[in-house]
């Protein structure tokens, strides 16, 4: 682009902003608030993205091409300022504008709330699937909540987590469209009447349902390039009628609106409590809520492009992913659409059904699988649970056909048993294709979690290890690598990931390498700021940034992460050692409101950085950090300033990871066990580029299932673990409180140590030891960091796409068309 060309987009972008601020604010400049000038900034980004969005609505109809639907109980999005800009190509135009009008883009930027429509994994990679949809030119939607609160958001009191609303949508949201013509009616509860037709066909009947009203709430997604926006819609709840007007001039006004706030409340919050009745019912009613908004809408949209009453052909013009097990009551509600509202048989609709779905399994562990009580789903979905039934007898037949011999197959592999309905069972029966999310956890999906569903439907199965987007995750968080790496290689990598291989004939230049160090070096000092504003601790950005962020749960470790803290400050006070490098360990993540042993965890992180960082013997040679509020916006910070990726769960009980990748491409090395996706990038980076330790899935499973572990055993043999198992008992962490902790020791020792932290503890120092000295070698260190950046390609979030599409889908040869 020529000098003239950009001063003249950087003034009209100028202009678009001003025109807002009067004209949609109704504000003078001088006037605008930080909150109102990202709104100003937004509403002009908008404009060019609206456009661009009906554009590629109306390039999809023109074509007729088969379009994706990606139903999700999360969406990650974070904030969508900068990600839009720079997909857009518009970064920096919009910063000139602002400059010439006194502001700084990164100040507007900060002035954004992320959006709240997610918890942890699950919805980030849900976003980046859709920025990589986009990005690819797939016409594909997302369908999900529009939570009005979220999960929550996370303060920390005396160390303690307490849970606050996360009222992201207070001063509303420039990215959300209303389209309240485009509401759906969804009846629940009720009771089913049972009728025949004309021609003596039973005909079910669903009788005094009360109504959920759904009214959509689209979010552009831009893919890199701006050529196609594609759309997230989210629904609210809303009651069918406000409130009942008769009771409201009795006098009982609270009564009057009772069923506006009741049906409301399906919207407010992601994952409500599940341990009282009312938060299963509350979660059951979310979850079928936005897939019978999503299929209504989907079917509403296929009849208007292709009017076929009888959907013969609807598995060549539509594709349904179900992520996880929270959209599985999808399948019966296109059942029930097909055989109720259309009036297909039977064999006919669950072709349809079957053609259309597919599933995407998140979970290795048995007790996170979704199940529902029979009693609790009738009363709330007397219809769909018949329908669950029929499918279910159908299903037992198959199996009692497949397996002659062996009568307690079908009872096994049912989808209703002993009073429950189990959606894992239902999602699989009801799908064309059911992939794991990495090598390894697609294996052991096979192998331990439905073994005789994979006897049963083997081509059904099949592998999509997880990624993430290059287009966040490096360019639009860490701005100065991804200038370097284009410096270096060209800005194909944007869109082809594997162009960083690229960098690997500069990995030993001592300028690269010098550069490369600088802006970690910069990006540290950044992150050091926000904790010290955050947590209040004070850190040496030289120091190792030693770094675990993402859910806290005891299958992740956490804990193993602090019995490492421990250890190391016991060396340094009772042994009298010295580090062998400065090191800050850095914590972030949520609990969910129920989880005790998490919240726990959390508290224990506290107590050790209260005993850690004020111990003088220590110093600054050892610093402990917990980041409150974990979210997108603060994973954009810590991400790029990681020196080294804690990715420690044990072996053989994370699906995948994605935190992984994100610190990889940003040049951190990773220190963790064969587990999840970590399998994989040892392989793409090189066993000499990475730390591994501790025991494999399949030991793993052995010692469980031969009862072989001893955990006392270890105890008794090695000092280091006696030592730092003794401190939860002994009140070393929470003198005000010395037995506290002392439920860990229990677990670890007398409980059977469910998570094999003993087992693994010893090669964790061991493997830690040989981090520390590496770090101490800064070209050696750099060296493995820029490799790991150069080899981290398979892990785009584009690989994963574009195999959907080819392998499930149906979508293969989309972008061409798109571009013709």
């Not at 819609?233 to 409130?243: P, V």
């Not at 069972?425 to 956890?441: C, D, Q, R, T």
Request: aromatic share 10%; hydrophobic share 40%; with cysteine.
């Amino acid at each position: 682009m020529s000098d003239a060309a950009h001063r003249a987009d950087v003034s009209a972008f100028k202009e678009s902003i001003l025109r807002h601020v009067r004209y949609s604010l109704g504000r003078e400049w001088e006037e605008l608030s930080g909150r109102e000038l990202f709104s100003a900034v937004s509403l002009a980004v908008r404009d060019r993205i609206l456009d661009r969005m009906l554009e590629t609505e109306r390039r999809v109809r023109v074509e007729g091409a088969k379009r994706v639907y990606y139903l999700s109980m999360e969406f990650l999005v974070g904030r969508s300022l900068s990600n839009n800009l720079h997909n857009l190509g518009l970064f920096d135009i919009c910063r000139d504008a602002l400059v010439n009008m006194g502001v700084d883009i990164e100040e507007v930027s900060e002035g954004e709330v992320d959006a709240a429509l997610g918890n942890g994994g699950l919805g980030r990679l849900a976003a980046c699937f859709l920025d990589s949809m986009a990005s690819l030119d797939l016409p594909g939607w997302g369908y999900g909540i529009n939570y009005e609160f979220g999960l929550f958001r996370q303060e920390i009191h005396d160390g303690w987590q307490h849970e606050m609303p996360d009222a992201w949508r207070t001063s509303g949201s420039p990215w959300l469209i209303e389209r309240a013509d485009d509401k759906v009616t969804v009846p629940v509860y009720g009771h089913i009447g049972h009728g025949v037709d004309d021609e003596g066909e039973y005909e079910p009947t669903w009788h005094e349902a009360r109504e959920l009203i759904g009214v959509p709430y689209d979010m552009p997604i831009v893919g890199y390039g701006g050529n196609t926006v594609n759309t997230l819609r989210l629904y609210s709840a809303r009651a069918s009628d406000d409130f009942d007007m008769s009771i409201f001039n009795s006098g009982d006004y609270v009564e009057a609106v009772k069923a506006k706030v009741e049906s409301e409340t399906v919207s407010k919050v992601l994952y409500p409590s599940d341990d009282v009745e009312e938060g299963r019912e509350l979660r059951l009613l979310q979850e079928y809520f936005f897939v019978a908004c999503a299929l209504h809408d989907i079917l509403t949209r296929d009849l208007e492009l292709h009017d076929e009453p009888s959907f013969a052909g609807l598995v060549d013009r539509v594709a349904i992913q179900l992520n996880d097990t929270h959209p599985a009551l999808a399948i019966p509600e296109m059942m029930r659409l097909l055989l109720d509202e259309h009036g297909l048989e039977w064999d006919a609709a669950w072709s349809v059904v079957t053609g259309v779905f597919a599933y995407t399994n998140h979970t290795l562990l048995p007790e996170a699988l979704e199940v529902w009580s029979e009693a609790l789903m009738k009363r709330v979905l007397p219809r769909h649970l018949q329908i669950i039934g029929e499918i279910d007898a159908r299903f037992r037949g198959e199996v009692a056909s497949a397996f002659p011999e062996e009568s307690e197959r079908p009872d096994a592999m049912a989808i209703i048993s002993q009073g429950a309905v189990r959606m894992a069972h239902l999602a699989i029966v009801g799908s064309h294709s059911v992939n794991g999310v990495a090598e390894l956890h697609s294996e052991l999906v096979k192998t331990q979690l439905v073994p005789s569903f994979y006897e049963l439907w083997p081509d059904k199965f099949q592998n999509k290890t997880n990624g993430v987007t290059q287009r966040r995750w490096l360019l639009a968080c860490n701005p100065d690598l991804a200038d370097l790496i284009t410096h270096v290689v060209g800005d194909e990598w944007v869109c082809d990931l594997d162009r960083l291989r690229a960098l690997e004939a500069y990995v030993d230049d001592p300028a690269l390498t010098e550069y490369f160090r600088r802006v970690k070096r910069l990006n540290k000092r950044r992150l050091a700021r926000v904790i010290a504003d955050d947590a209040l601790v004070h850190v040496d950005p030289l120091s190792l940034f030693d770094v675990q962020i993402k859910r806290i749960h005891q299958y992740k470790r956490q804990l193993l992460f602090c019995m490492y803290m421990a250890h190391e400050y016991f060396r340094v006070v009772e042994d009298g050692a010295t580090p062998i490098t400065p090191r800050t360990f850095i914590v972030a993540g949520k609990a969910a409101p129920g989880y005790w042993a998490a919240k726990q965890i959390i508290k224990l992180v506290h107590c050790i950085a209260d005993v850690v960082n004020g111990d003088p013997r220590v110093g600054d040679a050892l610093k402990v950090a917990f980041i409150p509020d974990y979210r997108v916006s603060i994973a954009e910070k810590i991400v790029p300033a990681a020196d080294l990726s804690e990715q420690i769960s044990t072996a053989g009980m994370e699906a995948s990871g994605t935190g992984n990748m994100k610190l990889s491409m940003n040049g951190a090395l990773t220190i963790g066990t064969l587990d999840g996706a970590n399998v994989e990038i040892r392989e793409e980076v090189g066993d000499d580029n990475i730390f591994i330790f501790g025991k494999r899935a399949d030991e793993i499973a052995a010692m469980r299932t031969e009862r072989s572990y001893d955990p006392r055993a270890i105890y008794d043999a090695d000092e280091r673990v006696r030592r730092v198992v003794d401190s939860f008992r002994d009140g070393a962490w929470s003198p005000d409180q010395p037995d506290r902790f002392a439920w860990i020791a229990e677990s670890l020792l007398d409980a059977g140590d469910a998570y094999y932290h003993l087992a693994d503890f010893g090669s964790y120092v061991d493997t830690q030891d040989s981090v520390g000295a590496l770090y101490n070698d800064p070209d050696a260190w750099t060296r493995m960091a820029i490799l790991n950046v150069a080899r981290i390609g398979k892990f785009s979030s584009d690989r994963t796409i574009r195999q959907y599409a080819a392998d499930i889908w149906g979508l293969a040869g989309v972008r061409e068309r798109a571009r013709v």
